[in-house]
C-alpha cells in the first residue's frame, strides 16, 4: 500500500475518532487503536510490533485532544484541579507499570485483553443513558482520586485508551461530581495519563526488524500529527450533531463495530 493512502488513513482515523468522541462520548483509543494496527501493518510492520505502535501512538493522540478538551472545560469553569492533580500523581504509578507490563507481554495475549476491554466499552456505550443532577457536594479526600489515577492509568499504560471510560463513572457516582465538572475533570485527568503513557511508549527501543522512519520509540509522528488534528477539529462538530441528532441509531452502531473488531483480537488467541 502507498504511504499517501496510509496517510490519508491517517486522517480519515482522526475524522472518525474525532467526530464519534464528540458525538457519543467515544474515547479515542477505542477507534484509535484499531484503525492504527491496521495501518501500520499495512506499513510493512508485523501484527505484534503494529500493535505496540498504535497504542503508543494513540496516547500521544489523546495527550492533544484532551488538552484541548481541558482548555475549553476550564474556561467553563468545568475543572477540579485538586482532584485533577491527585488523580494523575496515582495515574503516574498506574500507567508507567501498566506500559512496562504492555511491553513486556505477549502481544497476542495483549491483543485478546483488548478486544474484551472493546466488549466493555462496547457495553457501556450501548446501555448508557444522559447523566443527570447530581446531589451533595463533590468528594475531596486525596486518597480517592490517588486510588481513582492509580485504576485508571493501568487501563491507559496496558492499552492505550485514555481512561475516562473508568474516570467518569467514578467521578460520577462515587465522586458525586456534575456532569459537566466530571467530563471536564476527566478530560484534563486524562491529559496527564497520556503524557506519562506516551513518553513510555517514545522511550522504549523497538527491536530492529520493527524500526520505522519518522517515529520515536513507538510513537509515529506522522500518524500523532495527522490523526490528532483531524480529531480536534471534528470533535467539535460531532458535540453539535449531538444535540442536533438521535444519539441512539450511531450508539448502537459503534457498539457493534466495537464487538466485531474485540472478537477479531480475541480470536488470536485460538487461530
Known sequence: MTTWIIYAGFLVTGVFSGFLGGFAGVGGGVINVPALDALFHALGLPPDSSFTY??????????????????????????????????????????????????????TIMKAAFGIVLWGVAARIFWSKSPEHVDGAEVTSPWFFLAMGASAGIIVGLFGLGGGILNLPILLLLGRFQPHRAVGTSAAVVAGYAAIGAANYAWATPPAEAQIPHAVGYVHLPAWIFVAAASMILAHYGARAAQKLDPKPLKMAISGLMVIVGLRYVAGLFF
Open 54 to 107: 498504535a497504542r503508543g501512538t494513540s496516547l500521544a493522540i489523546i495527550l492533544m485532544t484532551s488538552i484541548s478538551a481541558s482548555r475549553t472545560h476550564h474556561d467553563d469553569n468545568g475543572v477540579n484541579w485538586p482532584a485533577t492533580v491527585w488523580s494523575i500523581v496515582g495515574g503516574a504509578v498506574g500507567t508507567t507499570i501498566a506500559s512496562q507490563i504492555a511491553l513486556n507481554t505477549d502481544p
